[in-house]
């Protein structure tokens, strides 16, 4: 690979300290100083010396980075000024990399002073690692190979090793060819029936023109000699005719399906492999392959790249080539018929070619605009569905629906500009063929009439011949034909739209601006679906301010009463009341605004950390942000990721672990402030350690709101007013904690149970 | 027990996690080490090293720092909210700190952005003078800050920034029009 030599200017300094290049272990270049810019240095350890050199005076250079072209040009002229810093490796404690953001410094720990020595970009971190690694004495493989060796050109991404300029689309084509290898057979068939079915509309517009009009219809007698008829038996003749058109419409009827059978079987076999192949290449690459790239585009390579590609085969590469036949087969009969006509035929496709070859990366640009503004969209839908509940408990269905609005608009103007290419396209051509075939009927009529060499029946198979163009024609103008895909997808679309809400707003809907808090429920029954009831006649009465905790196994129908309070549901039977006032007269705005919901279930959306946090109130100022997240004890690992609050999570950024979700679902809660909190199972997915960390934000958070918090865990609801077991929909025990205990029932069970567990946790020859 | 003492201990932790501290002229003394790094006093307590970071670094340039201590257990001193309302020295000190943290270079003129391969090739003028870098296509390497502004992260993230798409030539902007 292509290596700095070490500049005249640097050896002559390491001479003078009477160091030659053999004693050099490694060399590593720099291309930063620690005041943030560029500039050239050179690190160099010798088993007694750590020497850098920077050059004096900045020099104006161009900087590549990894992936770009020659690197020659990287390496020319480095004979510059040097300033010099040295420290003896037997001094050096420790020498490590610092990561900064997007640049890097190397420090050393020197008679127990951190210095920093250098900075440089993450082009040269590699090098620098691999200094280090020497200084430790830890052996590393000599050079990864991460050039082509073909062209010498850095391979963009190692982990691939494949050389973009090296593997041109030509293989890539040729490669997809071997695919279709079993079915040579096949293939040759299916060609056979293509070029015969050409062949076979070429000779159509001979019998309707030349051989109806010139010859049976004009009488002419030569031709029945030639057939071998009775002289004057033209009604055999035509007779004779007609049979043979009918012949060739069957037999061409029969070749399609012939072809459609053999491609149908053909194109099944060849996606299955083709995805096959894909799928077991993904497999085996490592994991930095995946870490740059988002599963969704990965899904999308996987599930319709394969069909594409074959698409490709099926349906444009046989079309190209019967197309193309007829278009040289019918050009040279016309030719023969006549070659002025002809010429004026094809007098403007020249033209429109060049338009369309002018046209084409344009095109090929929407494409890929779309393609982006697809997978935007999906991205954004996929998000909403996953994260439905927290959407309306945070009552913010209006901005989810500006948040998709924007990624639609993207995908429309994509849209609108592919069609108005097309359909330019289409224009141009269809007036084109339209002038041509114009020019041609009025000069064909002049022939006629002047009795040059032109008869009725040679006019209309010409015209003939001409409109046997306009398809194949068309069909080199347009490619891409996704009509009934849209179709398709419309009326899916269509479908979700038409469906009514179940829970709506009362028309004449009350305000709850400042609620105290008190909630109600009075026989309240429901059931998802008609005939299970989930909850029986429940009533419970939470006073402002306090906290109730509710009990009992999964499926018991906890999740279920929080549920109807921030009015997911409507109760089948019975009320539910805030303040005393009815939930379903309250306007949905303030309804959400004043119960907030902190669930196990974490709705991350694809936008930065500080727009997560300020979900519940997006007009929150960044020290707002900030505070929240600092009493939900997020602000630690927020500042741990280089971009901090800023740094975009969701489905195509930065992945969160569970506790760290939740940490942010609590800071959204503590920011959006709500009267009535609801915790449903907020601690239920974290380890020991996080969940004290996120009950210590959550006592911060109870203060002065009314609490509904929902635990397996006894031990998180010790802080609870009041509590209720719930057994099969019903209220089974309710009362304080001591109230519980004393009846001995199954908060008493549940309780004896956890603590055994707890024991068992923490005996120590359970390990063993 | 060791157990009761860790649990002390971390609640005591938590506590501390939960408290803002700022830091303004008054109760901090920066200084610049031998080692080219940045020492700070605060009260009765005494860093020998601490690094300055943005809560949000494409937002906010110099308000909403966090400072912290270095090392495995690095952990927030305090919070500066505005750098401007610090010691002249101070302010030189720790943005040059944060230069080279945040070191993203601003395109000023783009000279070609030929795409091949799954892999876009960019010829760029930069603040920091010429640069050709390479950046992969279909992942987040092109990431929209806000409608106009662009971050650009090359194979090995090393970042360029496009501050505003708008002041950009009609032909640049054809040249970026693949990820616009």
């Known amino acids: 690979m292509k290596q700095l030599k070490i500049p005249e200017g640097i050896k002559a300094i390491l001479m003078r300290e009477e160091i030659t290049e053999s004693q050099i272990l490694y060399k590593a270049e720099t291309d930063m100083d620690p005041e943030g810019s560029y500039r050239d240095g050179l690190v160099i350890l010798t088993e007694q010396m750590l020497f850098f050199f920077q050059e004096t005076k900045r020099a104006e250079r161009v900087h590549y980075f990894k992936g770009y072209g020659s690197t020659r040009e990287m390496y020319a002229n480095w004979e510059r000024d040097w300033t010099v810093s040295q420290y003896k490796v037997l001094d050096i404690e420790n020498m490590f990399i610092e990561p900064q953001v997007a640049c890097s410094t190397l420090t050393i720990r020197y008679r127990g002073i951190d210095y920093c020595i250098a900075a440089f970009s993450n082009f040269c971190k590699h090098q620098v690692h691999r200094l280090i690694m020497t200084w430790e004495g830890r052996p590393f493989e000599v050079e990864e190979e991460i050039y082509c060796p073909t062209c010498g050109r850095m391979y963009p991404d190692s982990a691939t090793r494949l050389c973009p300029r090296c593997t041109n689309r030509k293989t890539a084509f040729l490669r997809a060819t071997k695919y279709f290898k079993p079915y040579r057979l096949k293939l040759v068939l299916m060609l056979i029936c293509i070029l015969a079915g050409a062949g076979l509309n070429l000779v159509w517009p001979y019998l309707t023109g030349m051989v109806l009009y010139d010859r049976i219809l004009a009488k002419n007698q030569d031709f029945l000699i030639r057939l071998g008829i009775a002289h004057g038996d033209f009604v055999t003749a035509l007779f004779l005719a007609v049979v043979t058109m009918l012949a060739v419409k069957i037999t061409l009827l029969l070749l399609q399906i012939i072809q459609g059978v053999f491609t149908a079987q053909m194109v099944t076999g060849v996606v299955r492999n083709m995805e096959k192949d894909i799928f077991r290449v993904m497999g085996k690459l490592s994991i930095s392959f995946y870490k740059n790239r988002q599963t969704g585009g990965l899904m999308t390579r996987v599930m319709s790249d394969a069909d594409r590609v074959t698409g490709f085969y099926f349906d444009c590469a046989p079309y190209i080539l019967i197309n193309g036949f007829i278009i040289l087969a019918s050009v040279t009969v016309m030719v023969r018929i006549n070659w002025q006509m002809t010429i004026v035929t094809l007098l403007l496709f020249p033209a429109l070619f060049a338009i369309s070859w002018y046209l084409r990366p344009r095109i090929w640009v929407l494409f890929g605009k779309r393609h982006r503004a697809e997978r935007s969209v999906n991205s954004t839908v996929n998000d909403n569905l996953t994260g439905a509940r927290v959407i309306k408990s945070f009552g913010q269905e209006r901005l989810e629906a500006e948040r998709y609005k924007e990624p639609n608009k993207g995908l429309l103007n994509a849209e609108i500009a592919i069609s108005r290419q097309q359909n330019a396209f289409h224009l141009i051509y269809g007036g084109a063929q339209e002038i041509a075939s114009f020019a041609v009927w009025g000069l064909g009529v002049y022939f006629l009439m002047s009795g040059k060499n032109m008869n009725l029946g040679t006019l209309i198979t010409f015209t003939g011949y001409v409109g046997q163009l306009r398809g194949p024609m068309g069909f080199f103008a347009r490619v891409y034909n996704q009509w009934a895909d849209s179709m398709n997808s419309a009326k899916r679309m269509f479908e979700i739209m038409d469906a009514i809400p179940e829970v709506k707003e009362a028309p004449d809907a009350l305000r709850l601006e400042k609620p105290k808090g008190d909630i109600s429920l009075q026989n309240v029954t429901f059931g998802y679906t008609e005939n299970k009831t989930v909850l029986k006649d429940i009533t419970l009465k939470i006073p402002a301010g306090s906290m109730l905790g509710i009990v009992g196994r999964s499926g018991a129908g906890k999740t279920t009463i929080v549920n109807l309070i921030s009015r997911l549901y409507d109760p089948v039977e019975g009320q539910i009341t805030i303040d005393g006032i009815d939930i379903k007269k309250i306007c949905f705005h303030d309804l959400r605004k004043n119960v907030a919901m902190v669930s196990q279930e974490t709705y991350i959306f694809m936008g930065t950390v500080a727009d997560n946090i300020a979900y519940g109130k997006p007009e929150a100022g960044r020290m707002e942000i900030f505070r929240a997240a600092k009493l939900a004890g997020a602000h630690e690992f927020i500042m741990g990721m280089p971009d901090a609050y800023d740094t975009r999570i969701g489905a195509s950024g930065r992945e969160l672990s569970g506790g760290e979700r939740q940490r942010i679902s609590i800071a959204r809660a503590i920011l959006a402030n709500p009267k009535i909190l609801i915790l449903d199972e907020a601690t239920a997915s974290v380890d020991t350690e996080t969940e004290r960390l996120i009950q210590k934000s959550i006592n911060y958070l109870v203060k002065g709101r009314t609490t509904i918090s929902i635990a397996h865990r006894l031990s998180t609801l010790r802080d609870a007013d009041y509590l209720v077991v719930i057994e099969q929909g019903k209220i089974t025990e309710q009362g304080t904690r001591d109230e519980l205990f004393k009846l001995h029932g199954t908060y008493y069970k549940l309780l004896e149970l956890q603590t055994k567990a707890l024991t068992i946790e923490h005996l120590p020859c359970s390990e063993g | ?180």
């Open chain 2, 1 to 180: 027990m060791p157990e009761e003492f860790n649990l002390s201990q971390m609640e005591r932790e938590t506590e501390e996690m939960l408290k803002i501290r700022y830091l303004t002229k008054h109760n901090t003394v920066f200084k610049r080490t031998e080692g080219g790094f940045v020492s700070l006093s605060v009260g009765e307590e005494s860093y020998l090293r601490i690094q300055v970071m943005r809560m949000f670094p494409f937002m906010e340039k110099d308000r909403f720092l966090s400072v912290r201590s270095v090392g495995d257990k690095s952990k927030e001193i305090g919070i500066i909210e505005d750098l401007e309302d610090m010691e002249k020295e101070t302010i030189k000190l720790l943005r040059e700190q944060l230069n080279l943290r945040y070191f993203t270079p601003v395109i000023t003129k783009i000279r070609s952005v030929k795409e091949e391969y799954g892999f876009a090739y960019w010829d760029v003028i930069t603040d920091h003078g010429e640069c050709r870098f390479t950046i992969q296509m279909g992942g987040n390497a092109v990431v929209h800050l806000t409608e106009e502004r662009i971050l650009l992260s090359d194979i090995d993230e090393n970042r360029f920034e496009i501050p505003d798409v708008g002041r950009l030539t009609p032909a640049e902007r054809r040249k970026l029009d693949l990820f616009l």
